[in-house]
């Protein structure tokens, strides 16, 4: 199985300001076929279901606001928000959807400072 | 408008068994590989288990922790699906979330989810 792993574990960030959040999985999860990387970004917010932001490492969803931004390929991925809203406080999650089990990364909490 | 709609939660013993369902809307459900999810309380998601479409003969796939005791079937016709859950335990107790699989397998819709608990 494919174990995906979150840095850190949460993070609390100005208004306005940069935050950062890294992804790393066991093996690659790079499509060597489609030059794809099947790893995908996820926010939840309290009492909500998760929410798609970012799908094929960088693919922004339809209506995701452009300060959110993914990048990375291979094993290590991460995402970024350019500046944060309150809005935007919420746990994030990674995801490989290379292979079942299409396991999670145990998320990161992001707070206001 | 995708719509996922989980029904049938609720308080069961520990080895008994539950069934959840979830009916679909808003886009073409016979389309799509569908999903099972879930998140105890407090704590982050866990893919539970995955069910294909026709022309992929609606092979499944499920985690190791709910292997041989959950089964998942879709009825097309119904644009319905279903995860049938049985010896649960305690630790099985979670929100299961129905999710859409898109394209090469990213999950883009999420129901809100059903709360099951396992307790005595």
Known sequence: DIVVTQSPDSLAVSLGERATINCKSSQSVLYSSNNKNYAAWYQQKPGQPPKLLISWASTRESG???????SGSGTD?????SSLQAEDVAVYYCQQYYSPPHTFGPGTKVDIK | EVQLVESGGGLVQPGGSLRLSCAASGFTFSDHYMDWVRQAPGKGLEWVGRIRDKANSYTTDFAASVKGRFTISRDDSRNSLSLQMNSLKTEDTAVYYCVRVFSGGYFDSWGQGILVTVSS
């Open chain 1, 64 to 70: 995701v606001p452009d300060r959110f931004s993914g």
């Open chain 1, 77 to 81: 991925f991460t995402l970024t928000i």
